[in-house]
């Protein structure tokens, strides 16, 4: 494809948001609210389906229940992160939850009451919603607004930042050879998390059926890393416990019908081991390794209208599990649920890994704000606390631009900066009139998996790692990205394949260097150090990474408490 084909866009808004997921969406609805100002935007695939919610959600698994505080949520989730999170950042989404359940059903969601017009609760947590079609409404209520263009197909690459001050994005179209340049007075980042680093469950034809969205690459990640801001928490790594082969949720059955992990000899395991979402999965991964396995959640015994609940609940977020049990004639009462651990994720939703924020979720880049995924030190936020931080940084990006005016320069004149012939022959080297197939991006894609499970503590290894393990990842990382400089595209789609492989492996090489960095054991599996197997108090503190002069730089910040 030769240059002069590849057709430069520009664009100017207020306020862009890269990511048109959960806290995306919200974020531009709660910016709506307080501003007339314009908001775009920028979506890889499109915001009716998209992200984690592309499939819809059975339940919000963070709700302020009534009995319970703010700081009852703050405690739980410090208690299942073993002490390493952001108190400051877990109070302040904690505050907002039940806030963001009312605005999403006066957009039209079902959320289950009992006969008393109450929340109908799972667990002590959660409450249940029929939320198959959660992200269109989102998009609905977006469209609706004249002030927010949205631009679906478009994947953004590069942040534009100068003086620590961001500016702008760089983007690509998905479908098209078009080069987006973006220039904006803020931007929030809700791009999710990273998924594809590891070798998965069902590796080859169906290495795309996770837990975690595959399209969600850590694109915002990389693009942090490679702009100089700060991460934190990394090494915190998230590995769900789901039902054998379907790679569907468990805490369905365990929260929604009490379901107990047991073991082939149908011993309950879970207690030995502890009940934190890590020593859930420990022990689940031990009793196989010591041969009492296969393991189980006992759903045997269950009543029909249990059953039935369970089949429609998944029909909402994992009908694979569903089908499993229609095609087998052999439901949930008549048979228990296989279960098995998926290869490691970076999810600031789940566990704390993400940005560096303060309050205001904010990077340590100015104008850069971080929500959902994306964000770190605020683990167990889900849907619900995504929305929380959604608004925050909205508002938060409002303000920005009201106390400290961003002397905002037109796209035209950022890209007359960038000295944009350079980058767009950067682009183009990659789209050759003679390219390589897609297979080839595929086979640099499953090497680099490979290599993440066998020396950075994937499945094959049981999730362990050792010192000399995590060096021979760090070689093979670096050789990969030599190598993905070397590839070519066959067309748009396979540019952003590219640029999305090239994406992962920065991410690969931080999370290694945040593995490294953490001389002990404080999560099973989620960080298991084989040189280092015991927790120490050495390390009750972040382990935070940035960029600095081409050279990633780890170092380590004391706890923040609530006030």
Known sequence: MAEGKFHIEFLETDFL????????????LAFCERSAQKVLVAEKAHIKRSGCLAAGVNALNAYILPGYEPQDYVDYARRDANGIVRGDLLLTMARGLNRTVEKLEKLGLSVLKDERGDYCARGSRNIKINGENIKPLLAAAVAGKKQIRVLNRVSVFEYIVRENRI??????????????????KAVLCATGGAAGLYRPNHPGFSRHKLWYPPFNTGAGFAMGIRAGAELTTLEMRFIALRCKDTIAPTGTLAGGVGARQINSLG???????GLSTSERLYGTVTENLEGRGPCYLRTVGI????????????????????????????????????IEGSEPYIVGGHTAGGYWVDVDRETTVRGLFAAGDAAGGCPQKYVTGAFAEGEIAA???????????????????????????????????????????????????????RVMDEYAGGISSAYRYSEASLRTAE????????????????????LV?????????VLCRSLIAHLAARKETRWQCFAAHADYPHKSREFEKYVNSRMEQGELKVFFRELVKEA
């Open 475 to 494: 070689e093979e990382i670096a050789r990969l990205q030599e190598q993905s400089e070397t590839l070519a595209a066959p067309d748009s789609q396979g």
């Open 167 to 184: 500016l702008g994005v760089y983007g690509v179209s998905v479908d098209r050879p078009v080069l987006y340049v973006v220039g904006a």
């Open 395 to 449: 508002n938060a990006a409002l303000k920005y631009m009201e106390d400290s005016p961003p002397s905002l320069r037109s796209p035209e004149e950022l890209a007359a900066q960038e000295q944009m012939a350079e980058r767009l022959a950067g682009l183009c080297r990659f789209l050759p009139e003679q390219p390589d197939p897609l297979s080839a991006i595929d086979r640099l894609e499953e090497a680099m998996q």
């Open 497 to 505: 394949y590219l640029l999305e492989l090239k994406e992962r492996l």
């Open 17 to 28: 948001i890269v990511g048109g997921g959960a806290a995306g969406l919200y974020a531009a």
């Open 303 to 338: 009543t029909r209208e249990q059953e039935e609940d369970l089949q429609k609940a998944y029909l909402n977020m994992a009908p694979s599990q569903t089908l499993r049990w229609l095609e087998s004639g052999l439901g949930p009462s008549k048979a228990n649920v296989e």
């Open 267 to 273: 011993e309950v395991y879970e207690q030995r081991y």
